[in-house]
């Protein structure tokens, strides 16, 4: 019997379920994990232990450092695909279309998701190497045993910077990507500004605004509380903070791309 | 307020490092917990302050606050000296607005005196030695002159003056306010000037339990390895 085992075990088949099983096992605690701290964030912001002063500065770290790259990446982007149709769509007598083909990328789906992908990388990257430096130099133990909360001290602030910041840094890096196409168009194509900008209205209506703003929340709470979650439930060292990390953007960058999907499958199905 | 553990069992992963450990802590004693190297002693205080759980067993405190001194310091690293030490002040829900700004000041400043810093307040604790963050801990730790202490090598890495500081700091609190101490440490001076009792680890049980004195000059064989720093004896440090 122990034999039969033994070479049961050396199987490619009993591998792979061991490894599907052991991952399986890992997602359900990261799964738990992200729960906790979700419950625990609520419960610390309905005691008001929302620390202002914090809050300001994780604002300020949310919004305004990561302005630099948010709007460079969807300008670029606007750049790129303007570049690319702009001449074409002119040449087809689509020239009057130009405008509303960038706003509804840009607002729809563009904006948000690429400053998403901006803020996970610069933010959702740090928050997690910061709480989990704070968990393997007992940092997070010292402020328990100080009788202060870590989630309202540390999650709650963080988190809704992120809901609060995530908007202005979405509205603002379209605005400019929008901008930044009739630019190129203007270049490109020698497509008037007024032609432009008065064709944006063809596309955009409120109820993409709306989605807009509302992904753009939901992206902004994702982020901050999954880095921060794989940062609280760190261990072992300067590895340990690595993986925490890693793991915390490859986490986010699936989360926004799967919540953008439930967005557009309710919205624009 | 006193500290009784009962039949206290923790294991990590298979590896038992608690294994079935009582010990009592009057009202206003101090007990030196020592130990080599991994004999479990940090995580009897963490059990105790309740930052591990426990597999099983009793740990019975009298409530009230907890004040832990850690080992590695564990200072808020973005944060100044002063506000780590007025931390508990600032942040604490329940004496969030007990104190004004002013009062905060003179408080920080009175325990830094203490612990022989006075004007290192803005300084990060990355600008400070590895004996002054200690300091700083400890200051942080008793700025709410709490009623349970537990220090975890409070002096250990210190010199023999910023020891004594220390040491001396440590009765002057349980004189003054009757608080209960837990020390745990390697450091003969530490444990000769402030313990009433001391007890020691090995293997995750206790070995010995007595009075400094009788540390000294006990027939158990436990004791005497620890007090003569020998190789040779009942405990091993290097598996063979
Ligand atoms: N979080 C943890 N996960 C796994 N093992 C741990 C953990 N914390 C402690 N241990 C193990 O428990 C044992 C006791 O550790 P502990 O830190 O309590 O020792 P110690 O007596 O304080 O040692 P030292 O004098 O070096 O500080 C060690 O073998 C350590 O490897
Ligand atoms: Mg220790």
């Known amino acids: ?269 | 307020m006193s500290i009784e553990v009962k039949k206290l069992v923790k294991a990590f992963g298979e590896k038992k490092v608690i294994d079935d450990v009582s010990f009592k802590v009057n009202d206003g004693e101090i007990l030196a917990i020592v130990g080599f190297s991994g004999s479990g002693k940090s995580t009897i205080l963490k059990l105790i302050s309740n930052l591990v759980e426990k597999d099983s067993g009793e740990i019975i405190t009298s409530g009230g606050d907890i004040a832990f001194v850690f080992q590695y310091s564990a200072l808020f690293d973005s944060l100044t000296v002063f506000d780590n030490i007025a931390f508990a002040l600032h942040e604490r829900n329940d004496l969030r607005k007990k104190y004004s700004e002013k009062q905060i000041r003179e408080i920080v400043n009175e325990k830094l005196g203490l612990v022989g810093l006075k004007g290192i307040e803005n300084l990060f604790p990355s600008e400070l030695s590895g004996g002054m963050q200690k300091r700083v801990s400890f200051a942080r730790a008793i700025v709410t002159e709490p009623k349970v202490i537990l220090y975890d090598e409070p002096t250990a890495g210190l010199d023999p003056i910023a020891s004594t500081l220390i040491e001396d700091y440590i009765l002057r609190l349980r004189n003054e306010t009757g608080a209960t101490s837990i020390v745990v440490t390697h450091q003969m001076s530490t444990i000769q000037r402030t313990a009433d009792k001391v007890i020691m680890l090995y293997d995750g049980k206790i070995v010995f339990t007595g009075t400094p004195q009788e540390l000294c000059n006990t027939d158990n064989e436990y004791a005497k390895q620890f007090v003569t720093a020998s190789i040779e004896g009942p405990m091993h440090i290097i598996e063979q």
């Open chain 1, 1 to 269: 019997m122990a034999l039969v085992r033994n070479i049961l075990k050396q199987t490619v088949t009993y591998k792979l379920f061991k490894s599907i099983l052991v991952n399986l096992i890992d997602f359900m605690e990261v799964m738990g994990n992200i729960t906790t701290c979700t419950i625990e964030f609520f419960k610390s912001l309905f005691k008001g232990e929302l620390d202002r002063k914090e809050l300001i500065v994780q604002c300020e770290r949310f919004g305004i450092s990561s302005l630099p790259i948010t709007l460079s990446i969807v300008g670029m982007t606007s750049v790129i695909i303007v570049s690319q149709v702009a001449q074409e769509m002119v040449k087809q007598g689509g020239g009057n279309f130009v405008g509303a083909l960038v706003a509804v990328l840009i607002v729809r789906e563009l904006g948000v998701i690429m400053s998403g992908f901006a803020i996970i990388s610069m933010i959702g990257s740090s928050l997690a190497s910061e709480l989990a430096t704070m968990r393997v130099t007992e940092q997070i133990d010292a402020l328990k045993t100080l009788k202060v909360n870590p989630f309202g001290y540390l999650f709650a602030p963080r988190v809704v910077a992120g809901m609060l910041m995530m908007p202005l840094v979405v509205i603002i890096s379209s605005l400019f990507g929008i901008l930044a196409g009739a630019l190129t168009s203007d270049l490109a194509a020698g497509l008037s500004y007024r032609v432009y900008f008065e064709s944006i209205w063809i596309g955009i209506f409120a109820k993409d605004l709306f989605v807009c703003l509302a992904k753009a929340v939901c992206f902004g709470a994702v982020i901050a509380l999954i880095s921060c979650t794989f940062g609280y439930y760190a261990s072992g060292g300067a590895k340990g903070v690595g993986i925490a990390t890693t793991r915390a953007v490859v986490w986010s960058f699936v989360a926004i791309v799967i919540i953008d999907m439930l967005f557009a499958i309710a919205f624009f199905f």
